[in-house]
């Protein structure tokens, strides 16, 4: 299993498993592209479904799923090393910090509170 750093946070990759196999027949977590992300996928009498969770907030990211990567990657220039404070709403930990360069990516520094 690898392991790796986004932010502050350690990731652990996850395979796709079926959650409480014999008790939720065609329940599965579904990793998705994001680091730690995960979207359910549901099967029953043929018919599938699949909930994003925050895989895709909006469905412009359907239309052009290059949009957000973009986006961020714009994001994260204009604001690393800026005193911007970055409120994450689905962080764990530290949800509060500072955006600072990091080798070929970048860290949220926790804010300190006074």
Known sequence: MRTWRVGNFKVTEVQEFPVAAGLLDGL????TPEAAYHS??????GDSAFITGDFIH??????RPDASARNRRA??????GTDLLVLG?????????Y???DGDGYRLVEAKSE
């Open 28 to 31: 599965i977590a579904q990793a």
């Open 40 to 45: 359910v996928r549901l099967h029953s009498d």
């Open 58 to 63: 909006h469905p412009i990211q359907i239309a």
């Open 75 to 80: 994001f994260h220039e204009s604001f690393a």
């Open 89 to 97: 709403t689905h962080f764990t930990g530290a949800g509060a910090g």
């Open 99 to 101: 955006l600072v360069e």
